[in-house]
T-cell receptor, first 108, second 114 residues
Framework: GQQLNQSPQSMFIQEGEDVSMNCTSS?????WLWYKQDPGEGPVLLIA?????ELTSNGRLTAQFGITRKDSFLNISASIPSDVGIYFC????????FGKGTRLHILP | NAGVMQNPRHLVRRRGQEARLRCSPM?????VYWYRQLPEEGLKFMVY????????ESGMPKERFSAEFPKEGPSILRIQQVVRGDSAAYFC????????????FGNGTRLTVT
């Protein structure tokens, strides 16, 4: 079946640093989505991508839909404390499947 | 504009009891998805429904689990004869058009089986 590999599993960074995470799939996707989940809450949509090669920004966040349609990345620039949380990639068509998440920690 | 509403937020059941989880999609959304999340894990797809139809239930266990999205009222995820391994957070998401439209999530129901 379809699988998503998300990396890294966790990141420990200093405030102000840039962050990069990515996701690869075993099959072609027509939609890539990036979500953030805070403890005790549901995932919140950050960026949605629909075209191969598409590069989309949302404030300090930038995501790209890979040309092969089998990968996507998310960058966060100039990280701040409220960026802490779990970031999930998701992709698919009618059925949307999720990666296992990247846990972002910011060191004091 | 209310988001996706799930209730209850927390549900405790003893082994063998039934659990009913409810999800009211966002206004104007007719597509509902259910996902299950274990601690420190991602979200695992369970089922995708439109009004009165199950579109994809490939992630649902073959026994004890069922889902519906009736013409009127919320979507229901039903777990019969719960076991300890059913303890998890169950998230519902809705979208207006199904495929190619992003999912909007509720805050989940945390099921604990004692």
């Amino acid at each position: 079946g379809q699988q998503l590999n998300q990396s890294p599993q966790s990141m420990f960074i200093q405030e102000g640093e840039d962050v990069s995470m990515n996701c690869t799939s075993s099959s072609i996707f027509n939609t890539w989505l990036w979500y953030k989940q805070d403890p005790g809450e549901g995932p919140v949509l950050l960026i949605a991508l629909y075209k191969a090669g598409e590069l989309t920004s949302n404030g300090r966040l930038t995501a790209q839909f890979g040309i092969t349609r089998k990968d996507s990345f998310l960058n966060i620039s100039a990280s701040i404390p409220s960026d802490v949380g779990i970031y999930f990639c998701a992709g698919g068509d009618d059925k949307i499947i999720f990666g296992k998440g990247t846990r972002l920690h910011i060191l004091p | 504009n209310a988001g996706v509403m799930q209730n209850p937020r927390h549900l405790v059941r003893r082994r063998g009891q039934e659990a009913r989880l409810r999800c009211s999609p966002m206004k104007g959304h007719s597509h509902v998805y259910w996902y299950r999340q274990l601690p420190e894990e991602g979200l695992k797809f369970m089922v995708y429904l439109q009004k009165e139809n199950i579109i994809d239930e490939s992630g649902m266990p073959k026994e004890r689990f069922s889902a519906e999205f009736p013409k009127e009222g919320p979507s229901i995820l039903r777990i019969q004869q719960v076991v300890r391994g059913d303890s998890a957070a169950y998230f519902c998401a809705s979208s207006p058009k199904g495929g190619y439209s992003p999912l909007h999530f509720g805050n989940g129901t945390r099921l604990t089986v004692t």
